[in-house]
């Protein structure tokens, strides 16, 4: 009986810890931008980025990451959508020197898009401009 007992503790105690390294894992995700771009008004050089987030609910803190190195941390919106995404990529509006701005980014399976930086609290703004005729 305490075999038994003890049996089922360690099976369950493994569970959770394996389901905990999972969901870890779930908010870490690479995206590589083939040209420079904007993001919160700093300039991210093209190259390979590890983008992290953390928080709860929709609003999180992504930090872009080169390497070991923290490029960049912006407040983020997770929005939800209705079918998974086919690839990993980004949005961008025209910023004020006229460089792309990131205001979305997406990975390949997921059903959620990051609003990131200014787009957080200018959405609509933002996107008004990507429409402008200027």
Do not use: C
């Amino acid at each position: 009986m305490k075999v038994t007992k003890l049996f089922t503790l360690l099976v369950g105690t493994s569970l959770l810890f394996s389901a905990a390294a999972f969901a870890g894992n779930g908010n870490k995700k690479t995206l590589r931008f083939a040209t420079p771009v904007t993001l919160d008004g700093k300039v991210i050089p093209a190259g390979e980025y590890r983008f992290e987030w953390s928080g709860t609910g929709p609003d999180v803190t992504v930090n872009i990451l080169k390497g070991k190195e923290t490029i960049a941390s912006v407040p983020a919106h997770v929005v939800a959508i209705a079918i998974s995404n086919k690839q990993d990529g980004y949005s961008s509006a025209p910023s004020k020197d006229g460089s792309p701005a990131i205001t979305e980014v997406f990975f390949s399976g997921d059903k959620y898009n990051l609003e990131v930086g200014q787009a957080t609290s200018a959405g609509t703004a933002t996107g008004a401009a990507t429409t402008s005729p200027n």
